[in-house]
Structures are given as C-alpha cells and as structure tokens.
C-alpha cells in the first residue's frame, strides 16, 4: 500500500471523526445514529432466516453473520461508552474489528435480530440521557479499518487503532453499521440472483 494514501485515510478519519464526533451536538449525533440503525432494521426486516443464512459470495460473510458480527461490537460497544461517560477509558484492548461469535450460523435469526435491536435501543437510550454538554478526557481506543489503494489501485483494508472521545466513539457506530448495511445488500443481491 502507498504510505501517503495511509497518511490521507488516516487524516480524512480524524478530520470526520472531528468534526461529525468532537465537535458536533449530542443530540445530531445520537439522530445520526438512530437515523442508520433505523435503515438497517428496515433491510433486515423482510429478510428470512433462510436468506440471512444463505452464502451468495465465497469469502463473504452471510447476512447472519453479519448481523451476529454487529451484535457481538456493539454490546461490548456499549459497555465502553459507558466507561466514557462515567469519565474513565475502558479497560483492556479495544474490540477486534472482525469479531464474531462462536457460532454465528447457529444463533436463531429471530433472537439475533431482537438481540440486535435491544443492544440498539440501550445504544440510543444513553445516548439520550448523556448530558448535552457533557466533556470528558476519557478516550476508548477503537480499531479503524478503511480501504485504501494499494500499488496496483486495488482496494486493500487499513487497520489502525485510535483513541476517540465519547462523541466521535458513538458516531463510529453509524459508519459502522452503514458499512455493514453496504455489505448486507451486496449478499441479498447475490442471493436475489
């Protein structure tokens, strides 16, 4: 990978995380939130298990394990961001980027699916109770990954930890799950083919 495209992935994370996070209102940030948790819901909403299981792409996750892969960051997510608004950084090492669970397959959809809405609403409910001014120095480091080009302008994945406020950690989910949403849509579609 070219070092300056790192350098710039890296800056254009940092000035989002700036100024979408840091420095953007607790009440756009958790309607940003809900706004990408709103449309993951409605995706997944149609989806039967069968589908949510079925592998379209080799090498690509299915949509269960997708959702599994949400559900298993997002709750330890939550116990960070509660570590952030009592003002202390969260112990131990920041949550893998691929973590799943042992068995993702073999978790019921209907339960995944609720799982992943109730770990959603605790999301958007701190979220709502943090105060509007709220500042802290706590920081959770958090595992970045972003494609970059490589020598050939191919997409390869970036992977880098950085310490993010509680602001820019809770905006993080939004990416997240919009990128994940990405990836879901380009399973069903496979699958619809």
């Excluded at 100024?19 to 706004?35: K, N, P, Q, V, Y």
Aim: aromatic share 6%.
């Amino acid at each position: 990978m070219k070092p300056d495209a790192a350098d710039e992935a890296k800056a254009k994370a940092r000035e989002y995380f700036k100024t979408r996070g840091t420095l953007a209102s607790a009440a756009s940030i958790r309607e940003r939130i809900a706004d990408a948790f709103g449309t993951l819901d409605a995706f997944l909403e149609p989806i039967s298990a069968s589908a949510a299981a079925g592998a379209a792409v080799p090498g690509e996750w299915t949509i269960q394990e997708i959702v599994d892969h949400l559900v298993e960051t997002h709750r330890p997510g939550l116990d960070e961001l509660w570590c952030l608004l009592a003002g202390r950084r969260p112990p131990g090492d920041p949550i893998p980027a691929g973590l799943q669970s042992k068995s993702p397959l073999h978790r019921p959809w209907p339960w995944l699916r609720a799982e992943l809405g109730r770990i959603h609403g605790e999301i958007l409910r701190t979220l709502a109770a943090a105060p509007p001014d709220f500042v802290t120095d706590a920081r959770a480091p958090i595992v970045m990954v972003v494609n970059v080009p490589d020598e050939n302008g191919r997409a390869v994945p970036l992977h880098w930890v950085e310490d993010l406020d509680w602001k820019s950690y809770a905006i993080a989910w939004r990416l997240h799950v919009i990128d994940h949403l990405k990836q879901a849509r380009r399973v069903h579609a496979a699958l619809a083919r």
